[in-house]
């Protein structure tokens, strides 16, 4: 869906989290955060040459530009597309890996506890802000970390799942503890039915679907 960009509804009430990710964090984090990308997105977009297109077409257009302008636009695309993901990569309703997902798990770590491991990892040495991803890759299960606004989207991989690893995902609830945070999400929150809908679709997915 193009321009003007809404805030997308959050997939649960905002104190469903809890204690995991507290309703108060979410608040900030959807309301002020989440929002403020939207909204700079939608300046930003209107009555460039940017109005007409998706916002996956924004994001993997204006990946590494080096118009001041456009990595501006990057930034916030990437954000706003990034926190719709993560939002859904979060459920309060206890998932586990099933079929053709819990294969896949098996034969790229060995264990989905394996798997969650090296997820953890990622997001502890993303240095500064940035995002941990499980992806599919070359028809095969992966991690990723990526800084900032950056996606693996944007070069068209097939992202399953994301954590947010920026400090405003975590403070008010851990403080500096990064690990914590990681551990409890990634241990108890984590939406394995949103993973196994992505790996059967295409590489990029639709925003407004
Ligand atoms: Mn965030």
Redesign the pocket.
């Known amino acids: 869906m193009p321009a003007p960009f809404k805030l997308a509804p959050l997939p649960w009430d905002e104190d469903a989290l809890a204690p995991t990710i507290s309703a108060n964090t979410i608040s900030f984090?959807y309301h002020k955060?989440?929002q403020t990308y939207v909204d700079t997105l939608n300046k930003l977009v209107e009555g460039s040459k940017f109005a007409g297109m998706k916002l996956e077409e924004i994001v993997q257009a204006t990946f590494k530009s080096n118009d001041a302008k456009e990595k501006t636009l990057f930034n916030n695309a990437g954000?706003v597309w990034?926190?719709d993901f993560?939002w859904r990569s979060l459920t309060p309703a206890k998932t586990e890996p099933s079929g053709e997902l819990n294969s896949a798990i098996a034969a790229a770590f060995g264990s989905k506890d394996a798997l969650i491991a090296q997820l953890a990892d990622a997001g502890k040495t993303q240095f500064g802000s940035g995002w941990a991803w499980l992806v599919m890759k070359d028809g095969k299960l992966a991690i990723e970390k990526t800084p900032n606004a950056e996606t693996p989207m944007a070069v068209g991989t097939n992202c399953l799942l994301t954590v947010?690893v920026?400090e405003?995902?975590y403070y008010l609830d851990y403080q500096n503890a990064r690990p914590k945070y990681l551990e409890a999400v990634l241990g108890k929150i984590l939406n394995w039915e949103f993973a196994s809908e992505n790996m059967s679709k295409k590489a990029v997915r639709a925003a407004a679907e």
Do not use: G, K, T
Request: no cysteine; charged share 10%; net charge negative.
């Open positions: 984090h955060h989440h954000q990034n926190h993560y947010d920026w405003h995902a």
